[in-house]
């Protein structure tokens, strides 16, 4: 691709309403594999400077694994610059900051997350997925498993997790759709004074989450239980990291299972070959879970920020410059992957990057593991299998592989292999 014209742009986030636009990712690991790509304004967010798109997989492991060279912190992690003024505010999160001061409040809040806990949770939402299923099941028509299903069981699974009142728990849902959602045009953007659309991760945007953030903490330390949020608050967290940990559970706790739970749905019900294997035991539900992580990651991109000047794929890259891996990409890679485009439940090794890698990889994969296989469980166990009632509805954004809709038919059970 000598022209800049002809490289294909994978920034614009309404490509994404579609699906993965897996023939451009194609196109850019074979051809320019560390591609210029523009940043123009759109859906009313004004333009920026532009960045690096880097779609291989061995490339976007390199960038996520070294932190010294490519930086979480100098731009944060978001494709789009934030105001300059909101930087130090931002890197506050964990998700914005670099080895050492990443390390420590990672071991701090990974504290939290015990053995016992963990065993505690796994069975409550085991319970929930069986009584949301069993009630999808229940109507005997067509459903759509996001409504009647997923976005619940995601949100009170991490409501449960938190210690959140059940009467704060649409609180929670607002918050996550004011962040998550605000490239898609369903939900209207919050406008300066001058008409412009407000960041949602500026402290203005932010402010009643965290004022709730500090009002339970503070309700915590004279009423433990056992819950995360008790062990956040009688922790050495400082009260503005404290803010910052709510914010990342809360949003990133949720949608990751948000996203991933009916597009591993989606993507049985797109093959019922692997999904009739799936539901006859035929191959292990740890293996499918990895394999529909794979092809349908929660995230689609991340930002790094060059620290000092580079070379990647044969690309200079200059100190400065934005660096923006697409996980969706490396997870279709050919040189990493035997026929990336096939569904294999059975697939290992899987070395798919939708927790991402190195010092940042999700600090909950393990919980969103364990929540999507007992929801698969759950479902093989309820029903004979999903098929399709019409086309999903998917999220306008290039961060987040959301789907908002997905209607499908759940067969009636059959009889389960000894």
Known sequence: MGDASEVPDVFDPRIYAAGIPHDRFRALRDHAPVARQAEPEILGWPAG?????????????????????????????????????????????????????????RRLVSRAFTPGRIERFAATARERARGLIGEAVATGGEVDLVRTVTDDYALLNLTDLLGIPASDRGLLHAWTERVIAYQDPDEPPVLDAEGRPVNPRSPAMLAEMFGYAQELAAYKRTHPADDVMTSLATSELADAELEMFFFLLTVAGNDTVRSAAPGGLLALAEHPGEQARLWGGKVSMETAVDELLRVHPPVLSFRRTAARDTVLAGQAIAAGDKVVVFHASANHDERAFAAPHRLDLGRSPNPHVSFGDGPHVCLGAHFARLQLRVLYEEARAACGGVELAGPPRRLVSNFINGIKSLPVWLKEPTARPV
């Open 49 to 105: 400077p532009g960045f690096w798109a880097v779609t291989r997989h061995s490339d976007v492991v390199r960038v996520l694994k070294d932190s010294r060279t490519y930086s979480s912190s100098l731009g944060a992690t978001q494709i789009r610059d934030p105001d300059p003024a909101d930087l130090p505010f931002i890197r506050r999160m964990m998700l914005n900051q670099d080895p050492p001061e990443h390390g420590r409040l």
